[in-house]
């Protein structure tokens, strides 16, 4: 798995139901790219670490 399909899934896991209202979707979408360019400078094992604390496996 990528860090950057990972971000997608810790992101949807912050947010459990990005499609409840459009103020949830943006938030989701602003999280999503928020962790995708954080994890750009992070080790996979790091990225992998904070999957695990959101209960997304790797």
């Given at each position: ?13 912050m947010?459990?139901?990005?499609n ?16 995708s ?22």
């Open positions: 798995m990528t860090k950057d399909q990972l971000a997608l899934k810790i992101s949807i896991a947010h459990k139901s990005p409840a209202r459009l103020d949830n979707v943006n938030a989701y979408l602003n999280t999503y790219q928020c962790l360019n954080y994890f750009k400078e992070l080790s996979m094992g790091d990225v992998e670490g904070i999957a695990t604390q959101y209960g997304v496996k790797a």
